[in-house]
């Protein structure tokens, strides 16, 4: 049976990893947030367990999915997913910070205490062992992966289908010989590729051999997960839960956090400048060691970002030499770039992406000009 990656080092379950005003035990693998218990799954501790024993490091998304879910094919559906709940369990504090199209880190300073006596008391006594430091604002999260997964054990029986309004879902349930469950179950949800508007979900218990796929004709909706959840809560015979509730809930608190930071975003603006050169000077192909190539090009009257075939951004002027992006894909979000001019030639020689604050201004992309 799969069982949760050990991220311990030496005697590190000795130790009382201390931030913000939140604790995690390694003993009791417990986190207490302003001294109390907090009920959270398994995998968003290991996720923390793992971001704490990097703290002050951003760790890539490939590194996060491999340490948290080890020998598992899962995709950052599964990451982001693990991120909210621990945020929400944190209390929505700036604790765990997005680095734009790279990865975690934890954004707080971090002090890893050791226990004099290893006890059953909820506070013991300690040593500090370390205090790395870290930024305390988190950045931005608009960074998807979203490869096609296929797994050729999983055999798929039709479940039927669902309407909701314009919304149709058809939901698969794959059941094998059902082991006894001995511990914890824990879950993958693997999001194939989206194709023209429709989308699918599939996530796996695979202590418990079940499998659930279901699909949409509907992109950035939430009821694939509410679904997937409902199914596994009967199927466990678990406490039934309004998911759709949930989900709702938290969707209201994403908009308004949203909402409150595209208004301070706007109170910053230096309003009335315009671009110092015409639009057709800033196009051209750019190119990062890390991000690879960039292209900019005019496009009916306004500059258009392309990453990729599939990313492409049209940018709005928004003060001096910085322009906003908006992603055709709105799953993307909204970023910000700034044109370099060489002070003599008065020529753009770079394009870099404008960190939100809080952001480390080294994990953010700079296109150097090739043509």
Same mark, same amino acid.
């Given at each position: 049976?799969?069982?949760?990656?050990?991220?311990?080092?030496?005697?590190?379950?000795?130790?009382?990893?201390?931030?913000?005003?939140?604790?995690?035990?390694?003993?009791?693998?417990?986190?207490?947030?302003?001294? %109390?218990?907090?009920?959270?799954?398994?995998?968003?501790?290991?996720?923390?367990?793992?971001?704490?024993?990097?703290?002050?490091?951003?760790?890539?998304?490939?590194?996060?999915?491999?340490?948290?879910?080890?020998?598992?094919?899962?995709?950052?559906?599964?990451?982001?997913?693990?991120?909210?709940?621990?945020?929400?369990?944190?209390?929505? %504090?700036?604790?765990?910070?997005?680095?734009?199209?790279?990865?975690?880190? !934890?954004?707080?300073?971090?002090?890893?205490?050791?226990?004099?006596? !290893?006890?059953?008391?909820?506070?013991?006594?300690?040593?500090?062992?370390?205090?790395?430091?870290?930024?305390?604002?988190?950045?931005?999260?608009?960074?998807?992966?979203?490869?096609?997964?296929?797994?050729?054990?999983?055999? *798929?029986?039709?479940?039927?289908?669902?309407?909701?309004?314009?919304?149709?879902?058809?939901?698969? !349930?794959?059941?094998?010989?059902?082991?006894?469950?001995?511990?914890?179950?824990?879950?993958?949800?693997?999001?194939?590729?989206?194709?023209?508007?429709?989308?699918?979900?599939?996530?796996?218990?695979?202590?418990?051999?079940?499998?659930?796929?279901?699909?949409?004709?509907?992109?950035?909706?939430?009821?694939?997960?509410?679904?997937?959840? *409902?199914?596994?809560?009967?199927?466990?015979?678990?406490?039934?839960?309004?998911?759709?509730?949930?989900?709702?809930?938290?969707?209201?608190?994403?908009?308004?956090?949203?909402?409150?930071?595209?208004?301070?975003?706007?109170?910053?603006?230096?309003?009335?400048?315009?671009?110092?050169?015409?639009?057709?000077?800033?196009?051209?192909?750019?190119?990062?060691?890390?991000?690879?190539?960039?292209?900019?090009?005019?496009?009916?009257?306004?500059?258009?970002?392309?990453?990729?075939?599939?990313?492409?951004?049209?940018?709005?002027? *928004?003060?001096?030499?910085?322009?906003?992006?908006?992603?055709?894909?709105?799953?993307?979000?909204?970023?910000?770039? %700034?044109?370099?001019?060489?002070?003599?030639?008065?020529?753009?020689?770079?394009?870099? %992406?404008?960190?939100?604050?809080?952001?480390?201004?080294?994990?953010?992309?700079?296109?150097?000009?090739?043509?």
């Amino acid at each position: 049976m799969p069982t949760s990656p050990d991220f311990r080092v030496s005697d590190s379950n000795e130790d009382v990893w201390q931030f913000a005003d939140c604790e995690f035990d390694d003993l009791r693998y417990e986190l207490r947030v302003g001294g %109390q218990p907090v009920e959270i799954e398994r995998k968003p501790l290991d996720l923390l367990r793992y971001l704490l024993s990097k703290s002050g490091a951003v760790v890539k998304k490939e590194e996060l999915l491999e340490a948290v879910w080890p020998g598992v094919l899962v995709v950052d559906a599964s990451l982001a997913t693990a991120v909210s709940k621990l945020r929400k369990a944190l209390g929505d %504090q700036e604790v765990i910070q997005t680095v734009s199209r790279v990865g975690y880190r !934890i954004a707080v300073p971090v002090s890893r205490v050791r226990r004099a006596n !290893i006890t059953d008391d909820l506070a013991p006594s300690a040593t500090v062992v370390s205090t790395p430091e870290a930024s305390s604002s988190p950045g931005p999260q608009r960074t998807r992966r979203l490869p096609f997964l296929q797994s050729s054990w999983l055999l *798929w029986a039709s479940l039927g289908g669902v309407v909701v309004a314009a919304l149709v879902i058809g939901a698969v !349930i794959i059941r094998f010989k059902k082991p006894p469950a001995a511990q914890p179950v824990s879950l993958a949800i693997l999001p194939f590729q989206n194709v023209s508007g429709m989308s699918s979900m599939v996530g796996l218990l695979p202590e418990e051999r079940l499998g659930v796929v279901v699909l949409s004709n509907m992109e950035g909706q939430a009821l694939r997960e509410s679904l997937m959840y *409902w199914i596994f809560d009967r199927y466990l015979g678990a406490p039934m839960k309004d998911w759709n509730a949930e989900t709702l809930a938290e969707q209201r608190r994403n908009d308004a956090a949203d909402a409150k930071r595209e208004r301070e975003i706007e109170a910053k603006r230096v309003k009335g400048t315009k671009p110092p050169l015409a639009l057709d000077a800033y196009a051209g192909t750019y190119e990062d060691s890390l991000y690879g190539p960039a292209t900019v090009r005019v496009e009916n009257g306004h500059l258009v970002l392309e990453l990729t075939p599939k990313t492409a951004g049209d940018m709005e002027h *928004w003060q001096y030499d910085t322009f906003r992006v908006t992603w055709r894909d709105h799953r993307d979000g909204k970023s910000f770039v %700034q044109f370099d001019l060489d002070p003599v030639t008065a020529k753009v020689v770079t394009m870099r %992406q404008i960190p939100d604050p809080g952001e480390p201004v080294e994990q953010v992309p700079v296109w150097v000009r090739v043509n």
